[in-house]
């Protein structure tokens, strides 16, 4: 018998894995990476020897020039706080004062933060001595439109990166399972971006009208002829970034390899260098997968979880079993996701997006699919209405649930587990 540790919320469950049925376990780990040891020498290199760009020095020389820095949100931890204490200890030391700095957090569509919240993502020191704005995609008075996309996409984003004279973003490389992959352009729209710009450029998921459903080019780990990923750019281009920072991180949120330069070209070394390292292929599909979301953040609430069950997805047979642990403490994470959610037709629910996208819409829909062509448990603490409507079955006690699925399998039936299943994807 096997004793799997799977991550849950800031803690662990300890799942017995049962000898029975000659079934057969696979556990699947992230790659054993190193992080980074001295996070400021690793990142001072890295602004000195850019990819695609001018030095770190050589684009901030003018020492009146008002510097704005985007970085992720609560849901993406990082290390923001060590990145930025190398970032402002060097513009200082290039004359730009602490009073000349912002920072964004590009939450998107995301809940707002806490102070405490923004304390803990940018450190006490920045936090009491920088300004930091909160971006919110429905506050008018934040936005500033910038232009329109050659797919019709309106560019609104937040003032503050609009009309600063030099803009930074700081971003992490992971998969996403319709843009391809997240950070880089991606802090723009849809990080600092309005709330109706977010939409327009999540819309392109989807064929445009005559035709229906969903574009197969727009998934994960594809960027070249991606219409939700080429938006993207335009809109970054746009917004005139100046530089760019792109981490890629552990599941311990432990930086691991840092890409500096242009938004573009240093982005796409780091997504070249994660699909190396975080994609494992299978000979044949599963018949059950057990997975973590990975713990905090990325089990805050189930719009965060759902890329977990997309990695799932990929390893389990038609009508085979999923067993998802995701704490899922702040719950979905979405009120529109909810309403999208109580609909329960999938044909519907994808006509309804074809004339009004709706973001969370789409994932509800996402999300709904699943539901429909997999057997999904779900241990969380979320309500278990909540978890009946998204046609899931909620658990009350983990071990008894795998315990019960794996009698039930199938005499040599396969089993993945993966503990941490929003770092990792599996394919076939």
């Given at each position: 018998?096997?004793?799997?540790?799977?991550?849950?919320?800031?803690?662990?469950?300890?799942?017995?894995?049962?000898?029975?049925?000659?079934?057969?376990?696979?556990?699947?780990?992230?790659?054993?990476?190193k992080?980074?040891?001295?996070?400021?020498?690793?990142l001072?290199?890295?602004?000195?020897?850019?990819i695609?760009?001018?030095?770190?020095?050589?684009i901030?020389t003018?020492?009146?020039?008002?510097?704005?820095?985007?970085?992720?949100?609560?849901?993406?931890?990082?290390?923001?706080?060590?990145?930025?204490?190398?970032?402002?200890?060097?513009?200082?030391?290039?004359?730009?004062?602490?009073?000349?700095?912002?920072?964004?957090?590009?939450?998107?569509?995301?809940?707002?933060?806490?102070p405490?919240?923004?304390?803990?993502?940018?450190g006490?020191?920045i936090?009491?001595?920088i300004?930091?704005?909160?971006?919110d995609?429905?506050?008018?008075?934040?936005?500033?439109?910038?232009?329109?996309?050659?797919?019709g996409?309106?560019?609104?984003?937040?003032?503050?990166a609009?009309e600063?004279d030099?803009?930074?973003?700081?971003?992490?490389?992971?998969?996403?399972?319709y843009?391809?992959?997240?950070?880089g352009?991606?802090?723009?729209?849809?990080?600092?971006?309005?709330?109706?710009?977010?939409?327009?450029?999540?819309?392109?998921?989807?064929?445009?009208?005559?035709?229906q459903?969903k574009?197969?080019?727009?998934?994960?780990?594809?960027?070249?002829?991606?219409?939700?990923?080429?938006?993207?750019?335009?809109?970054?281009?746009m917004?005139?970034?100046?530089?760019?920072?792109n981490?890629?991180?552990?599941?311990?949120?432990?930086?691991i390899?840092?890409?500096?330069?242009?938004?573009?070209?240093?982005?796409?070394?780091?997504?070249?260098?994660?699909?190396h390292?975080?994609?494992?292929?299978?000979?044949?599909?599963?018949?059950?997968?057990?997975?973590s979301?990975?713990?905090?953040?990325?089990?805050?609430?189930?719009?965060?979880?759902?890329?977990?069950l997309?990695?799932?997805?990929?390893?389990?047979?038609?009508?085979?079993?999923?067993?998802?642990?995701?704490?899922?403490?702040?719950?979905?994470g979405?009120?529109?996701?909810?309403?999208?959610?109580?609909d329960?037709n999938p044909e519907?629910?994808?006509?309804?997006?074809?004339?009004?996208?709706?973001?969370?819409?789409?994932?509800?829909?996402?999300?709904?699919?699943?539901?429909?062509?997999?057997?999904?448990?779900?241990?969380?603490?979320?309500?278990?209405?909540?978890?009946?409507m998204?046609?899931?079955?909620?658990?009350?006690?983990?071990?008894?649930?795998?315990n019960?699925?794996?009698?039930?399998?199938?005499?040599?039936?396969?089993?993945?587990?993966?503990?941490?299943?929003y770092?990792?994807?599996?394919?076939?």
């Amino acid at each position: 018998m096997q004793i799997i540790k799977m991550p849950f919320g800031k803690s662990y469950k300890s799942l017995q894995l049962p000898d029975s049925n000659g079934i057969t376990y696979s556990v699947l780990r992230a790659a054993k990476s190193k992080p980074i040891n001295n996070i400021s020498n690793a990142l001072n290199t890295a602004l000195d020897k850019p990819i695609g760009s001018k030095p770190f020095d050589r684009i901030f020389t003018k020492p009146n020039d008002r510097v704005t820095i985007v970085i992720p949100d609560k849901t993406r931890r990082c290390q923001s706080d060590r990145v930025l204490d190398v970032l402002v200890k060097r513009l200082q030391k290039l004359g730009i004062k602490p009073d000349a700095i912002t920072i964004i957090l590009a939450r998107g569509i995301h809940p707002a933060h806490t102070p405490a919240e923004i304390k803990r993502i940018v450190g006490n020191s920045i936090f009491s001595s920088i300004r930091i704005i909160d971006h919110d995609a429905h506050d008018c008075s934040q936005l500033i439109h910038i232009g329109t996309t050659s797919r019709g996409t309106e560019v609104e984003i937040n003032r503050y990166a609009a009309e600063t004279d030099k803009l930074i973003t700081v971003g992490v490389v992971q998969y996403h399972y319709y843009a391809g992959f997240s950070g880089g352009r991606k802090l723009i729209v849809p990080g600092i971006a309005s709330s109706d710009t977010i939409t327009q450029n999540h819309s392109l998921v989807l064929h445009r009208p005559p035709r229906q459903g969903k574009n197969p080019d727009a998934c994960l780990g594809k960027l070249d002829g991606n219409p939700v990923n080429e938006d993207m750019i335009e809109s970054a281009k746009m917004a005139d970034v100046d530089f760019s920072i792109n981490l890629v991180v552990n599941h311990h949120e432990e930086i691991i390899r840092i890409f500096c330069g242009d938004i573009i070209k240093a982005h796409r070394a780091g997504c070249d260098f994660l699909d190396h390292s975080g994609k494992v292929r299978l000979r044949k599909p599963v018949d059950c997968v057990i997975a973590s979301a990975g713990g905090h953040p990325t089990d805050i609430n189930f719009i965060q979880t759902h890329k977990t069950l997309e990695h799932s997805s990929r390893a389990l047979k038609q009508n085979g079993t999923m067993i998802i642990l995701s704490e899922c403490p702040e719950g979905i994470g979405s009120d529109v996701f909810m309403e999208w959610s109580r609909d329960g037709n999938p044909e519907r629910m994808m006509k309804r997006l074809q004339t009004g996208f709706a973001v969370s819409g789409h994932t509800a829909l996402c999300s709904l699919i699943k539901a429909k062509r997999f057997d999904i448990y779900f241990y969380s603490r979320l309500k278990p209405d909540i978890v009946k409507m998204m046609q899931f079955r909620p658990v009350k006690d983990i071990q008894s649930l795998v315990n019960t699925v794996m009698a039930r399998l199938p005499r040599g039936g396969r089993v993945l587990v993966l503990p941490e299943g929003y770092s990792l994807v599996p394919y076939i």
